[in-house]
């Protein structure tokens, strides 16, 4: 049943009832756009999550520092997904 993914999405993920775990780029409004988050979203109920690419760092003198962690924002927003597709038994509403 290979139907095509609406842009921008950037992984899917089947759930048990039938839906889709969508993730896909938030862009700030910066020119160009730039990704500064994943958003995990499903079809087939509210659930959604949102993985920032920026990551809070403590330092050990005090005070705080912002990191750039794309790839670490992926991989826990396909965690997030992989888990929620496991669990969702909702199922998406039929196209007319
Ligand atoms: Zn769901």
């Not at 993914?5 to 089947?14: D, K, Q, S, T």
């Not at 920026?54 to 003198?61: A, P």
């Not at 927003?77 to 597709?85: D, E």
């Amino acid at each position: 049943m290979p139907e095509t993914w609406p842009a921008g999405v950037i992984a899917r993920y089947l759930t048990v009832g039938g839906a889709t775990v969508d993730l896909t780029s938030r862009l700030n409004v910066m020119t160009p756009p730039e990704p500064f988050a994943t958003l995990a979203a499903c079809s087939g109920c509210p659930a959604y999550q949102e993985f920032s690419h920026w990551r809070l760092i403590w330092q050990l003198e005090g005070g705080q520092d912002e990191e750039h962690h794309p790839a670490a924002a992926d991989k826990d927003a396909r965690a997030w997904a992989q888990a929620h597709a496991e669990t969702c038994r909702a199922v998406p509403r039929p196209t007319a």
